[in-house]
């Protein structure tokens, strides 16, 4: 059965806020591994995305079987191209940038990997992600050879997150980029979430409870935490501590 998209949709309806924390294979300490999981499960992460924009561990599926065998979180990929992908996941963000003009990342990588998705148990959720200005050159531009859309421009960066659900993606995502210098700004955020009647993610220089608060108050349903998580394991303990994990109603 598809749950995960269900359980998203179902989210939103009740105005439940959701949170993921997004791990480069490339960037865990196999040898923490245990601690890891431990912080992840202390934490208010209701997901695990795994994946990159450029990924060169070969042990994803082991990676991915520990999540799974010691986490009850949902695990889903987050590929920055096929070779990513594997089968031993929950679910898969079927990504499409559609900020950007190159058909490698429009189509092309999805058509390499629709055969392996075919034959797999993958929840498979088309995701349209949008790569926003951030302050500086992210790994997404580089590795994608696209421009972010200008963050001053909230037109288009709207027009183009409608387009993306007039075409049948289940998901938006707003990225800044990992490590970006900048997160998505409020005004953005509360536009393109006005527009639309998916749900919206935002991930990208997200870094404090604030900014996780304002994302979540403009209208995300669901934020990604990548970089600061990866830099602190404590993340959450330190931000949170105390603190009810919640946003105004």
């Given amino acids: 059965m598809k749950q995960i ?5 179902q989210a939103k309806k009740s105005n439940k806020k959701l949170l993921a924390i997004l791990l480069d294979p490339d960037k865990i300490d196999r040898s923490n591994l245990e601690n890891l999981v431990a912080k992840i499960n202390m934490s208010p992460a ?11 561990s070969t042990d994803i599926d082991d990676l991915i079987m520990q999540f799974r065998q010691n986490c009850n979180l949902p695990v889903i990929l987050f590929p ?4 990513q992908i594997s089968t031993l996941a929950n679910g898969i963000l079927f990504l499409s940038l559609i900020s950007g003009r190159n058909p490698d990342y429009l189509i092309e990588h999805q058509v390499k990997a629709a055969p392996i998705l075919k034959k797999s148990n993958l929840e498979v959720i088309p995701t349209g992600y949008i790569l926003i200005e951030s302050g500086h050159e992210t790994a997404v531009e580089t590795v994608s050879n696209t421009k972010p859309l200008s963050r001053n421009d909230i037109d288009e960066i709207t027009a ?3 387009a993306g659900e007039l075409l049948g993606q289940q998901l938006i995502y707003l990225e800044a980029g990992s490590g970006a210098k900048n997160p998505v700004s409020v005004a953005i955020i509360k536009s393109v979430a006005e527009n639309l009647d998916i749900p919206l993610v935002v991930g990208g220089g997200i870094t404090s409870s604030r900014s996780i608060d304002n994302a979540y108050n403009a209208g995300a349903d669901l934020v990604v935490i990548g970089t600061a998580f990866e830099k602190d394991p404590d993340f959450f303990d330190k931000i949170f501590q105390g603190i009810e994990f919640k946003t105004e109603d």
């Fill in 160 to 162: 183009t997150a409608i």
């Fill in 46 to 56: 209701t997901h695990i995305f795994v994946g990159g924009s450029h990924v060169i």
């Fill in 80 to 83: 920055g191209n096929p070779s």
């Fill in 5 to 9: 998209y269900a359980d998203i949709l």
